[in-house]
């Protein structure tokens, strides 16, 4: 039995903060409502000219120093992004690039918005154990502030800039034991641009390509989805809540993840909380979180890790993994 695991996490933040009492100055909002409603006390927002590729090599360039490895040992890289640099080509092949991997090895993306990442992953995970692949990269990169409207204290709140990355190796050992994927196209209008290129650009008005969101139906679906997400991995893999050392949730709102917690029994001190720092930051927080435990030595070598994410479509998916 094949099976792939995690070798080395990395993750990136871009240097500008934007901090609550910065959001007070633009919108009608109050520091105080934000920590209460969000748990967000920052955001992080990549500098002018600094892309989603940029983001996505800096993580990865770490990820790599910590499996001890080099981009050319790499066969394949994922990046789960819905801010790509361009319409095409696609955000991984300039990664691919800049990164210096081996031309003619596997590049793409995918677009499952904030679950791009758990995508990513799991797809990743099937070309390893399939043997199609020795190694991958399982990026999720975001410059989500360049879908703002910065009017909208709905949304501009939420929402940052940031990058997380794994090298994912094939081993005769777990390594990932399960995940599982779920999307649901029927709320498309809850969270979505309501422009895109295939709209023509004629028709683009105003603000109709930033991102509009009905925060509180989101918030229903989100909890009610990954409660069923975290049972169904672990009943899939034959374990159960009190096996899981660590859930490293997507980090959209502390009440959601308080939420997944209850619902697993854990207490909040194995969850790792990373929302405060830079808002939600769509596909890249799940790695972002990650690499944050693992480097700060809570994540140790062995723990069963249950991951779980939720986004925009709706996608959601979990994963369960010995780390
Ligand atoms: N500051 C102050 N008030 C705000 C505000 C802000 N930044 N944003 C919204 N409000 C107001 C609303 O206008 C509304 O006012 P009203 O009662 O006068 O109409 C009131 O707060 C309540 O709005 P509601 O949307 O019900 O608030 P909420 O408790 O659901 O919190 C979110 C809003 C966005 C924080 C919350 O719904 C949320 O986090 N949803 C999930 C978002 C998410 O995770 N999205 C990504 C999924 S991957």
């Known amino acids: ?6 070798s080395g996490t990395g993750s990136y933040l871009p240097e500008k903060v934007l901090t609550n009492q910065y959001m007070e100055q633009i ?3 109050s520091d105080a409502w934000i920590r209460e409603r969000t748990g967000i006390e920052e955001r992080r927002m990549a500098a002018e000219g600094e892309t989603t590729s940029d983001l996505a090599v800096n993580a990865a360039l770490k990820a790599l120093e910590a499996a001890g490895l080099q981009a050319s040992d790499i066969d394949m890289v994922v990046v789960g992004t819905t801010t790509p640099d361009k319409v095409f080509p696609s955000t991984a092949c300039i990664v691919q690039d800049k990164l210096g991997m081996r031309p003619g090895t596997i590049a793409f993306d995918l ?3 904030c679950s791009g990442f758990m995508y990513g992953l799991s797809v990743a995970d099937k070309f390893i154990r399939s043997g199609s692949v020795r190694r991958a990269l399982v990026i999720g990169a975001e410059t989500l502030t360049r879908l703002i409207n910065w009017k909208d204290r709905g949304t501009c709140i939420i929402f940052g800039d940031g990058a997380g990355a794994v090298v994912l190796e094939s081993s005769d050992e777990p390594g990932v034991y399960a995940t599982h994927l779920h999307a649901d196209g029927g709320h498309v209008e809850l969270l979505h641009t309501p422009w895109g290129p ?4 004629e028709n683009l008005i105003d603000d109709a390509g930033k991102a509009v969101m009905r925060g509180n139906e989101v918030f229903k679906v989100a909890v009610r989805r990954l409660g069923q997400a975290v049972e169904e991995v672990l009943e899939s893999s ?3 809540q009190s096996d899981v050392d660590w859930l490293i949730p997507h980090q959209a709102n502390i009440r959601i993840i308080q939420a997944t917690a209850k619902k697993l029994e854990l207490p909040m001190d194995q969850v790792v909380v990373t929302v405060q720092k830079h808002g939600n930051t769509s596909a890249a927080s799940v790695p972002l979180a990650l690499d944050e435990a693992v480097r700060d030595g809570r994540v140790q070598r062995g723990q069963l890790l249950l991951l779980e994410a939720f986004g925009g479509g709706f996608t959601w998916g979990s994963a369960l993994i010995r780390y």
Do not use: L
């Not at 295939?198 to 650009?201: K, R, T």
């Open 27 to 29: 919108v009608d909002t």
């Open 111 to 113: 677009a499952a918005v």
């Open 198 to 201: 295939s709209q023509g650009y």
């Open 1 to 6: 039995m094949s099976y792939s695991r995690i």
């Open 238 to 240: 034959g374990f159960t």
